[in-house]
């Protein structure tokens, strides 16, 4: 059985201030690995699909980075607009059937 | 480019009623999924269908719930009859079956309270 675990549950920084949020996966046989943000009351928004360790994806403050075991999502000079809560998912091969198995989240504060 | 369209946004029902949730996916998304997501938690996976058939279901509650597509592009969930613990979130998503596309686009979801 897929799992995903992320840590911490909640963040709390700073304008300005940069860190950076773990995804753990245990999958069998990663297709690819999802980072969505979602903001309450809104349904996840895609952000990166990474496919292969040492794959690095960027856009705006987010950095994606993957290994055999984690993710990371590096948040440099977060702003307020960046508060959400950002999920991450595993996708295994199981054939046709591709549903994602998502983390709980970490649920990110940035205060001005 | 239109997004996932979900509707109704919001449902309150009492306990042993039935609903029913549609969605209409990207314009050429041939799959579509259903997810619960329970307050405090990740999406979970309820169905997922490929055109109008089904291509997995394992984690879907059959004694309550059922799923169709019969035209492979609106879908419609219905719960019946309704739990209290069936309160949550329900987000379809959808994706191209292009190579190499595999994220999928979520629509705004159903918010359920059953009282």
């Known amino acids: 059985e897929d799992q995903v675990t992320q840590s911490p549950e909640a963040l709390r920084l700073q304008e300005g201030e940069s860190s950076s949020l773990n995804c753990s996966y245990t999958?069998?046989?990663?297709?690819?690995l999802f980072w969505y943000r979602q903001d309450p009351g809104k349904g996840p928004e895609f952000l990166f699909t990474?496919?292969?360790a040492g794959e690095e994806k960027e856009k705006e403050r987010l950095k994606a980075t993957l290994t055999k075991k984690e993710s990371f999502l590096h948040i440099t000079a977060p702003k307020p607009e960046d508060s959400a809560t950002y999920l991450c998912?595993?996708?295994?091969?199981?054939?046709?059937?591709?549903?994602?198995?998502f983390g709980k989240g970490t649920h990110l504060i940035i205060q001005p | 480019e239109a997004g996932v369209a979900q509707s109704p946004r919001y449902k309150i029902i009492e306990k042993r009623q039935s609903v029913a949730f549609w969605c209409n996916p990207i314009?050429?998304?041939?799959?579509l999924y259903w997810y619960q997501q329970i307050l405090g938690q990740g999406p979970k996976l309820l169905i997922q269908?490929?055109?109008?058939?089904?291509?997995?279901d394992s984690q879907l509650p059959k004694d309550r719930f059922s799923a169709e597509r019969l035209k492979g592009v609106d879908s419609t969930l219905k719960i019946q009859p309704a739990k209290l613990e069936d309160s949550a979130v329900y987000l379809c998503?959808?994706?191209?079956?292009?190579?190499?596309?595999?994220?999928?686009?979520f629509g705004p979801g159903t918010r359920l309270t059953v009282t």
């Open positions: 269908f490929q055109n109008n058939g089904v291509v997995d």
């Open positions: 998503a959808s994706r191209s079956t292009g190579r190499g596309s595999y994220e999928q686009y």
């Open positions: 990474l496919y292969s």
């Open positions: 999958v069998s046989g990663l297709r690819g």
């Open positions: 314009s050429g998304h041939a799959t």
């Open positions: 998912a595993v996708q295994g091969s199981g054939g046709g059937a591709d549903g994602l198995t």
